[in-house]
């Protein structure tokens, strides 16, 4: 036992002894515990579960406490290993232990005895080879998986090994196989003359000389298929000494891939030639010998320098220029220019040449293109000639649409002036006192004057359309509102024939866009009014969807259907709708007017908003016309108002079928879904309880509401009880609230006709839903039917009026005073000028074309020489064609208003333009 202590030293041995059931633990051993624990003693005593928590991995930890059960069991020896940290080096060390289980005296106790060594070594040991191995694996794995056939020699030239895929490209069984047949998978001799066996064996002396040697090798197959490929051998170091690894890759395909370019190359329609830096010429296509008239690519290359005359057009020696150019290309990439050759034959011609600089091999060449111009020249020179007979038929043309558009311009203004006169004077009759019969007679002049601007602005508008100077805006709209002024356009006419009206909107159809609103509006007027004019019985109906696809997520296409039962049309007439200046009856007894430029405008209109327009008819059954427009979506919320009356229930009730029709129609437009119409010929008491529906809001338009609305109101009450409507009274403007009769404290709300869609939307929305939202969309920004009111902070402010046509300055003069609008006036812009430098005027109305000075230099002179920069100056001209309103605004005015003179639009203006601290 004296040389157990050298033995547990010289084995890194350490022996324990656990005792149980103390759970004591000792290690002994000095040179064990101080490698394994760093502990310099020769016994160390633990307490097992400190030992296993603090001195163990915590990795292994949970696995030594399930092993102790198989430790004490005693069921024969155990082993096992785990790491233990050790304090001196600061690191986790291996310790294997194995042991046997000794019972004690006592049988209820026992103690384990064993032996334990550091075994860390020998893990490190395990890990490096097994991780050896692996990447030995992984590296034959690569090689074997390598595209190219890979062979190895020692520095004696023995072949070695080989990978896989050499296996595979010559066709044999195994490894062993290839490499005993090797001398053999070459011919005799390769395509250069040399012996193969010679020709390999030097190759693998120099690349043992140089480290690497790239060349062409033929292989033979045991089948005696030729393989052409190319060889790199490298060498690389090996332990003491080199090997040779050699790559061979099959050229079978880039061969074949070489003759299929050669023969695009030779079908090229181009001439094509390769030359180096110093312009040698290695290589040309047949196209080449065929345009300078050769029999062989040799001769070609041969004579190529004799095939340009000795100097060009420019006069430059040939060989000089060439030269410099080859050189810009290998510079540059690329040089394209014009070159004069000659053929065998001694014919010059014409050329363009392109050089290009292509990598080839190790370095680069010029490839240079060259196609004949011949006739190419010649068909410039003739495209030359139609191009300047063109051009005199385009000054031509330009000089006859100029004459055009100025005879347009002239005729415009000098009918516009004298229109300006009739309507302006007719509508300041109206506010006079007349007879019945005086009245009708303006009436009719001012409807007749308004036909005759309408034509006007038809032939305007096509004007416009032929020169392309068409212009579209995009803004906000609501599209009910552009349906409200349709209404109003026609209700009148619709009242007169006794026609009826019905608009039928898709739900998911968006009210708020952004478009030109104006074109819509003149596109469904022009339609619904040749439905009305050509409708003697029954009526029209508009119908609006949205499409599925209108090409873009903040888009929508919708289409407009508007459906008579009218005379209808033939086939043949349909065929010529859309053409201008045709008309559908274009006898000389027809019976209804117009220019026949209403639907040509239209179908422009229409394809400008991104759609179609198209007609079907059937003779005596009616017409319809459907159109597409594209929109954008304004991203605006509904109002809560419009947005919820889809859901009212409505009940009309009255005793006059064309207004209630009225009422129904304006109630479609705003997308209420459930109406009911009851009529009676005398009045309320025709009305029974049982026969009224469900209704959440109860519309009672009576000619004479003081006679039947208290009686009404009864019905109601006695048919409804507690679940009592909300009651709109609907009265004639020549009542008010106070002469209604009767007890009304149930009418929610009272309405005069004709009633307004704004003040419908607004009426309902107070009644229903607190208040509707501040912006209404039924509300017209600017009206053109004369109701401008003039702001009362404005009234009084001076205005000079610049016109030089008598009738006008007295009409505009008339307009203004009945406003209170102080005005002076200046007969053109010379005395406009003059006035302007003595007095102060608000706002200043100037006509365009005036004798000694127009318009448009007199707004110069005040803007530039004068200073007057923040007077507002508005345009008030008969110009109205396509760039007039531009071009005043070019020259410094603030707005541009066209005669004949809208009330509405005239006081609009003022209102926009005059500030109340220039009075």
Sequence with gaps: MTYLPRIQDAGC?????????????????????????????DSIRFEWMDYVRNHCHPDDQQRMLSERFELFSGNGGYTSRYRVWNRLEEKWKWQEIFGFVHPRNNSESIIIYGGARDVSDQIKL?????????????????????????????????????NQESVRLYQLSSKQEYLAKFDSLFPEYQPNGRASAEYHTTQLRRALETGREVFEWLHVLPSGVQIPAEITLVRVEWLNSYRIVGYARDLREIKAADERNQIMLDATPLACIFL??????????????????????????????????EFQEDGQLSVTTISQQVLKAFNTGREVFEWTHRKADGMLFPAEVILVRVKYREGYVIAG????????????????KTHEELLLARDIAEESARTKSEFLANMSHEIRTPMNAILGMTNLVMHTELTEKQRFYIEKTQLSAKSLLRIINDILDFSKIEAGKLEFEYVEFSLQRVLSDLLDMFIDKLIEKGLFFSVQIEPDAPDALIGDSLRLNQVLLNLLGNSIKFTENGGAVLAIEQLADAGHEEEVMLRFTITDTGIGLTSEQISGLFVPFRQADSSTTRRFGGTGLGLAISRSLVEQMGGRIWCESTPGKGTSFSFTARFRTSGQEVPRCYSRLALLRVLLIGDNTTSLRFFRLQLEILRCRHIEVITFDEGPDKLRAGDMPEADLVFLDWQQPDIHCSGALEMLSLRYGSAMPRVILAISKQFSRDQLSGDISGVSGIVQKPVTLSTLHDTIGNIFYDGVPSKNPYTPVVSTDNKVAVREDIRGSRILLVEDNKINQLLAEELLVMENFTVDIASNGLEAIELLKIESYALVLMDIQMPEMDGLTATGIIRNEMGLTELPVIAMTAHAMSGDREQSLEAGMNDHITKPIDE???????????RPEQE
């Design 13 to 41: 041995l350490g022996l324990f002894e656990l005792c149980l059931p103390e759970y004591i633990l000792n290690f002994y051993g000095n040179t064990f515990n101080k490698n394994l624990f760093g502990i310099d003693r």
């Design 276 to 309: 180096d830096k110093d312009c040698n010429y290695i290589d040309c296509n047949m196209e080449a010998v065929r345009l300078f008239g050769m029999k062989t690519k040799k001769e070609y290359l041969a004579s190529f320098g004799r095939l340009s005359p």
């Design 126 to 162: 395990t890990e490096s080879y097994e991780q050896i191995q692996e990447a030995e694996k992984r590296i034959q794995i690569m090689l074997d998986a390598t595209p190219l056939a890979c062979t190895f020699w020692d520095e004696n030239l023995n072949i070695i090994d080989c």
């Design 369 to 384: 293109y060259m196609r004949d111009l011949t006739e190419q020249k010649a068909h410039l020179a003739e495209i030359r």
């Design 904 to 914: 509405g639009l005239l006081y609009a203006a003022l209102n926009r333009w005059i």
